[in-house]
């Protein structure tokens, strides 16, 4: 079974602190995404990742950053947190096979920024 | 900029209902997927369909994808309280690396 992890769950973080999400994927994927949910909008893309230290920006980069120093890791670091940054974040990861786009996502984590 | 819209929004209905939920788009995607989020959790997929105007079936989940590929759509028969939950399409990103475009999804409620 894959399983992907993500550090937390639940986070609340002030104004201007930065935040660093962590996630890590047990089946060897080359790919990995970083998502954020908010209702009525669906999933979005913020960054991805198709091999180490190789990243990519998604559909919503601007405040985010994301590192990839090992294939099984992807972190999603908020510089500089604001209160329009509240939301779900989920990460993924795909094997990258030809022919493969399911996507295996961890619990997701609810970050708030008071 | 690819996008997929989902209706309706949201839907609450009683069990053994019938319900169709749609995901449609004026662009074109090679393969669609439908995933399942329950509470707590992150999307699961149920079905992937790839050539235009194909059924695939899943228990009582019948899904289509349009002629044209453009569209496809997610029916229950007989809705059961172990349906609820967040019902998302997805297709596959022209400008590839495996990307997926996201709908904007359907909140299922089926109440006993």
């Known amino acids: 079974d894959v399983k992907v992890t993500q550090s937390s769950r639940y986070l609340v973080k002030r104004t201007g602190e930065k935040v660093f999400l962590e996630c890590v994927q047990d089946?060897?994927?080359?790919?990995m995404f970083w998502y954020r949910q908010d209702p009525g909008l669906g999933l979005r893309l913020i960054y991805f990742s198709y091999d180490v230290k190789m990243k990519e920006k998604g559909d919503i980069p601007e405040g985010y950053s994301v590192s990839r120093e090992k294939k099984e890791r992807f972190s999603l670091i908020l510089e500089s947190a604001s209160t329009n940054q509240t939301s779900m974040y989920l990460c993924?990861?795909?094997?990258?096979?030809?022919?493969?786009?399911?996507?295996?996502f961890g619990p997701g984590t609810r970050l708030t920024v008071t | 900029t690819q996008l997929l819209e989902q209706s309706p929004q949201f839907l609450s209905i009683q069990e053994g209902e019938n319900l169709t939920v749609y995901c449609n788009s004026s662009?074109?995607?090679?393969?669609l997927q439908w995933y399942r989020q329950e509470p707590g959790e992150g999307p699961v997929l149920l079905v992937t369909?790839?050539?235009?105007?194909e059924v695939k079936k899943l228990k009582r989940l019948t899904f289509q994808f349009g002629d044209a590929r453009k569209d496809s759509s997610l029916h229950i028969t007989a809705a059961q309280p172990g349906d609820t939950g967040l019902y998302l399409c997805?297709?596959?990103?022209?400008?590839?690396?495996?990307?997926?475009?996201f709908g904007t999804g359907t909140r299922l409620l089926v109440s006993p």
């Open positions: 997805a297709g596959e990103s022209n400008t590839g690396f495996q990307k997926l475009v």
């Open positions: 369909v790839v050539t235009g105007g």
């Open positions: 993924a990861s795909s094997s990258g096979g030809t022919g493969s786009y399911e996507q295996y």
């Open positions: 089946m060897d994927h080359e790919n």
């Open positions: 662009s074109v995607f090679s393969s």
